[in-house]
């Protein structure tokens, strides 16, 4: 997948094509199937394939103390959106000046002018235009008079639950990475480099790799298993997200013991999945009760891990 960086670098007179649009956030599943569905549209019309998307999230800009925290970076995103087929991604650099275009511009002049747009395909929920005012509705009405056809996905539910960025914040922020990797359609992860720690892992009994984690984790303080992977390796894992309290650290830190691995990893770039909650964050009365729950921790993630298999 080709990526553009600015609709400045569209080409113009590029060729026809349908468009994703949207911020996709989270890439989740409602996301994925509005770009699932503008790329079988434009194989259908034999166009090209285009996922249009933002950066950064809007409300980044337009109230910073307001924007939610990310999901995926966007390096993470642009590699999900590439493996659901789209020939492009275009990421339009969402500034205070964008966010002042109109609805109407912003159909006539970027997906029908500059796009190229023979179809649009957008979420039930999404907004486009100064102050939010454009909606799947007024996508139609604007789209209708230039010929430009119109597809709004409905929104997907999963067990009860509207899939949405919200809800996958939410239940990573209770720690259950289960109902955030149903809504995601993948299991959530965090990526960052490893970095050489105090060696308390070590000194307990269980050599830990250190992250430093790409941006803040969403998921609340505990104890996970999980699989790392690493450019020529993987492991199961368990993964500690917290500030080491038995140690009186304050310090919030991702760190993960590889079950079966052993070497080192310093200046390796490690991603970590999540796949089920453990335990919550605890502070231990002394090391060698923290080392008999690691211990404890080792077989239950073996255990869920297996049944995750």
Do not use: C
């Given at each position: ?225 999980g699989r790392a992977r690493w450019e020529g390796g993987s492991a199961d894992a368990v993964i500690n997200v917290g500030v080491r309290p038995t140690f009186g650290e304050g310090e919030l830190w991702v ?55």
């Amino acid at each position: 997948m080709e990526i553009l960086r600015g609709l400045d670098r569209y080409p113009p007179e590029g060729p026809e094509s349908v468009v994703a649009l949207g911020a996709f956030d989270g890439v989740h599943l409602g996301h994925q199937e509005v770009i699932r569905t503008a790329v079988a549209r434009a194989r259908a019309l034999g166009v090209r394939a285009v996922a249009a998307t933002f950066d950064p999230h809007p409300l980044a800009v337009l109230a910073p103390a307001e924007a939610p925290p990310q999901i995926v970076t966007l390096e993470e995103r642009l590699e999900l959106i590439g493996a659901l087929g789209p020939d492009l991604a275009v990421v339009i650099p969402f500034t205070l000046e964008f966010s002042k275009v109109e609805p109407e511009a912003f159909v006539t002049e970027i997906l029908h002018g500059r796009l190229r747009a023979l179809e649009v395909v957008v979420g039930f929920n999404h907004t486009f235009g100064r102050g939010a005012r454009g909606d799947a509705r007024l996508l139609e009405e604007l789209a209708a008079p230039l010929g430009l056809r119109v597809h709004v996905t409905p929104p997907r539910v999963v067990d009860e639950v509207v899939v949405s960025s919200s809800s996958i914040r939410q239940a990573l922020r209770t720690g259950d990475v289960r109902a955030a990797a149903v809504l995601l359609g993948r299991p959530y992860t965090v990526r960052g480099r490893v970095l050489q720690g105090a060696g308390r892992g070590h000194a307990v009994g269980f050599p830990t790799a250190n992250l430093q984690p790409d941006r803040p984790p969403l998921l609340a303080r505990g104890v996970y298993a999980g699989r790392a992977r690493w450019e020529g390796g993987s492991a199961d894992a368990v993964i500690n997200v917290g500030v080491r309290p038995t140690f009186g650290e304050g310090e919030l830190w991702v760190e993960a013991y590889l079950l079966g691995f052993s070497g080192a990893l310093y200046g390796e770039t490690l991603t970590l999945a999540f796949l089920a909650r453990i335990r919550d964050e605890q502070r231990f009365p002394s090391v060698d009760a923290l080392r008999v729950r690691i211990r404890e921790d080792v077989a239950e993630a073996v255990r869920l891990l297996d049944r995750h298999r």
